[in-house]
């Protein structure tokens, strides 16, 4: 069973910068010898959708409406995961969840929610104009 904890969520202008982090508890995800760390938000009256994922081997994957400007990275030996995301837009305003795949690849669409078997709580980006 693995737990996780977002932070770092919060309200910024647009063109401004945050940073999410994830931490893990419980039994760590690094231990296993696959996995798929990932990124997702979720808007009001939107359904949730991927943003970023990231595998053992740290390859990564962006959705469109965030490449170039949203870096995924971890800390496998802190089991914490982070999302920079720089020169934020309203659009980006969303609960962001953190979510783990245990034992597998990443899947191939950002859409496939249900492949992620744990979630964190969220924490709430709003970005304004």
């Known amino acids: 069973q693995v737990q996780l904890v977002e932070s770092g969520g919060g309200s910024v202008q647009a063109g401004g910068s945050l940073r999410l982090s994830c931490a893990a508890s419980g039994y760590t995800y690094s231990g296993y010898s696959r996995y798929c760390m990932a990124w997702f938000r979720q808007a009001p009256g939107k359904e949730r959708q991927g943003v970023a994922f990231i595998n053992k081997n740290d390859n990564t994957a962006y959705s469109d409406s965030v490449k170039g400007r949203f870096t995924i990275s971890q800390d496998s030996a802190k089991d914490t995961l982070y999302l920079q995301m720089d020169i934020l837009k309203p659009e980006d305003t969303a609960m962001y969840y953190c979510?783990?795949?245990?034992?597998?690849?990443?899947?191939?669409?950002?859409?496939?929610?249900?492949?992620?078997?744990?979630w964190g709580q969220g924490t709430q980006v709003t970005v304004s104009s």
């Open positions: 979510a783990a795949r245990l034992g597998d690849h990443c899947p191939q669409y950002f859409h496939q929610v249900s492949e992620f078997a744990y």
